[in-house]
């Protein structure tokens, strides 16, 4: 890895906190950006690892897709899903506009 | 007779044979609760009231003849298992309120046992810690010295169980978060294998490295929490078909030709604390006394797993906690009425600054350009650290290593560098990697009285080798009958 490319910059964690939807306030933005730095610098270790032909492991238990049948099974009412909501309007989540 | 400081094992015998009601044990729980808690903080919501009830419903279930060994228990549950009508936090501003409308599969199976739950414990906002200080609420301390850190993320679990204010505790361990806080409290912690109990309705941190386990004050009492929880859930597609087993009925198993595996590389990591290094040394002649034989192995791709850890922890984490959108449940920043503006502050004002660098570092770890870098390449390094426990339960039947490389560290000592925080779990994180079982267990104290764990860990599926072993340790030393002085 080029050494460059790994530059933490304040642009970069703009960004990141951007696609993360995060907003970084302009005081502690040089602390988040000290922190990112140095924990990927360490990071970069695995760069020195050899892993040359080895397959990347997800998860432990070699899962394959668990599938049911079909059926028609109990669930929450609309009133229960809705009872945690910040906002709701009728029997649905209610949203700022986005159109 | 102080009704509080009963192991689990002990109340039952004692509700069976009607010396004491569960009311009575649950009143002298909470009564400690209400002593305790102000030193300690390791509740976010007590349950009295309910509990009280539960116990009542306890007791009139154990006069009908109707007794399992939890029927009646008083057990605290960590902040972030849904318990349904009892607020489940996540020790998070942006779980503030939330009131989960079903249980987890592990509380089903917990009320259906007829345990009582007094309330819901401390953590690391989102699990994310190692010392409890990352809670969005307060800072648990830990019994044995008010000043120091009790651990992480499971604390309030740990502390919970080390103070008596519960008979035992359910945490949650992604890379070390049942063991290490267990550890520093002086009592036994046991992180599953990955897949033998169900994580329905467990928050989501690290979807592949999570596992729900039991805090307890000594083996028997894990053995029987974790009796009561485990077992394959259609709700979990990722929880395991196993036959049940008893863990209580291997207990006492003898040692006699068993091989426990010492890793060179406990001796190896800088930073490590001799008295650490003694400790698990002096555990190493324990387990000849009692008959095994001790083997040297190596774990060699140790010195990767802190970084491969906390890049697939994290990636896991940004995309887990990307349902925290204020829309479905908890808090909203309602002032806000563009959508993504919405999104943005409801998220920035609702996580803490350690959830926000997770999140961060895991969508860098993804995005285009660094997903090969990062995620893959710890994916890979992943692969090897399976290989390399592989390799030495062939010659061993567990490993002994230290839990962590120090006693418990004072509360503010490390919470300014998230690095130096992340490499205290360089003993643990490498299980949650491999899916395999560990267990912390007492193995002294430090010369400022600071306790010491000693963690085993087990191939996959072999949690009745390590209890079987950590029992046996247990029962050779006296280390788990000390009380912190409160």
């Known amino acids: 890895m080029e050494t460059s490319k790994n530059k933490i910059t304040k642009d970069k964690v703009i960004n990141v906190a951007n696609l993360s939807r995060l907003d970084i306030d302009n005081n502690s933005l040089d602390s988040f950006c000290s922190h990112f730095e140095k924990i990927i610098e360490y990071i970069d270790i695995l760069s020195k690892a050899d892993t040359?032909?080895?397959?990347?492991?997800?998860n432990t238990i070699s899962l394959s897709n668990v599938l049911r049948d079909d059926i028609l099974k109990e669930s929450v009412s609309n009133k229960t899903a809705l009872l945690n909501a910040p906002k709701k309007e009728d029997r649905c989540f209610s949203v700022p506009k986005i159109l | 007779m102080q009704l509080h400081t009963l192991t689990i094992s002990e109340a039952h015998t004692l509700l069976k044979k009607k010396e004491i009601s569960s009311k009575e044990l649950t009143r002298a729980v909470l009564d400690r609760i209400s002593a305790v808690e102000k030193d300690i903080n390791a509740y976010i919501t007590i349950t009295g009231e309910n509990a009280l009830i539960e116990a009542e419903k306890a007791d009139q279930a154990i006069a009908s003849g109707n007794i399992t060994p939890l029927t009646g228990i008083p057990l605290s549950i960590k902040d972030l298992i849904c318990t349904k009508n009892i607020k489940t936090t996540c020790a998070s501003k942006i779980l503030e309120n939330f009131i989960p409308p079903y249980d987890a599969t592990v509380i089903k199976k917990l009320k259906n046992a007829g345990a009582v739950i007094t309330g819901k414990v401390n953590m690391d906002e989102f699990a994310m810690g190692s010392s409890t200080e990352n809670s969005g609420f307060k800072t648990t301390h830990n019994p044995w010295n008010l000043k120091m850190i009790p651990g992480?993320?499971?604390?309030?679990?740990?502390?919970?169980?080390?103070?008596?204010?519960?008979?035992?505790?359910?945490?949650s361990d992604t890379g070390g978060s049942i063991r290490q806080p267990a550890s520093h409290c002086g009592v036994v912690g046991l992180k599953p294998t990955y897949g033998r109990v169900s994580r329905f309705g467990l928050i989501a941190f690290a979807s592949s490295l999570d596992q729900?386990?039991?805090?307890?004050?000594?083996?028997t009492d894990c053995a029987i929490l974790l009796n009561a929880i485990s077992g394959y859930d259609p709700k979990d597609s990722t929880s395991v078909k196993q036959n049940t087993v008893d863990f209580t009925k291997s207990l006492k198993k003898d040692l006699k030709g068993i091989v426990v595996g010492i890793p060179r590389e406990n001796n190896e990591?800088?930073?490590?604390?001799?008295?650490?290094?003694?400790?698990?040394?002096?555990?190493a002649e324990i387990f000849k006394s009692l008959g095994a034989t001790c083997e040297s192995v190596s774990l060699p791709h140790m010195k990767y797993a802190v970084a491969a850890y906390y890049v697939v922890a994290t990636s896991e984490a940004s995309s887990n906690l990307a349902r925290f959108d204020g829309v479905k449940y908890g808090f909203r920043d309602t002032d806000k009425t563009d959508l993504i503006e919405m999104y943005k502050s409801t998220r920035s004002k609702g996580f803490g600054d350690e959830v926000?660098?997770?999140?961060?570092?895991?969508?860098?770890?993804l995005s285009a350009g660094y997903y090969d870098a990062y995620y893959k390449k710890a994916s890979q390094i992943r692969t090897l650290i399976i290989q390399d426990y592989k390799n030495a339960f062939e010659k061993c039947d567990f490993l002994i290593s230290p839990v962590t490389p120090s006693a418990a560290f004072e509360?503010?000592?490390?919470n300014h560098d998230p690095?130096?925080?992340?490499?205290?779990?360089?003993?643990?994180?490498?299980?949650n990697m491999a899916g395999i079982t560990g267990i912390s267990v007492p193995c002294g104290f430090s010369s400022e009285n600071l306790p010491i764990g000693l963690q085993i860990q087990g191939n996959h599926f072999m949690e009745e080798k390590i209890l079987n072993a950590a029992y046996k340790f247990e029962q050779a030393t006296d280390y788990h009958t000390k009380k912190p002085a409160l």
């Open chain 2, 152 to 171: 992480g993320s499971s604390g309030g679990s740990a502390a919970s169980v080390a103070a008596s204010m519960c008979l035992g505790s359910l945490g």
């Open chain 1, 52 to 58: 040359d032909n080895v397959e990347p492991t997800f």
């Open chain 2, 212 to 219: 729900i386990g039991p805090i307890t004050s000594n083996v």
């Open chain 2, 419 to 431: 690095l130096l925080m992340y490499l205290s779990d360089i003993f643990t994180l490498s299980a």
């Open chain 2, 411 to 414: 509360i503010g000592e490390k």
């Open chain 2, 269 to 283: 990591l800088e930073g490590i604390d001799p008295e650490i290094s003694k400790k698990i040394a002096d555990a």
């Open chain 2, 356 to 365: 926000k660098r997770r999140i961060l570092l895991g969508t860098y770890a």
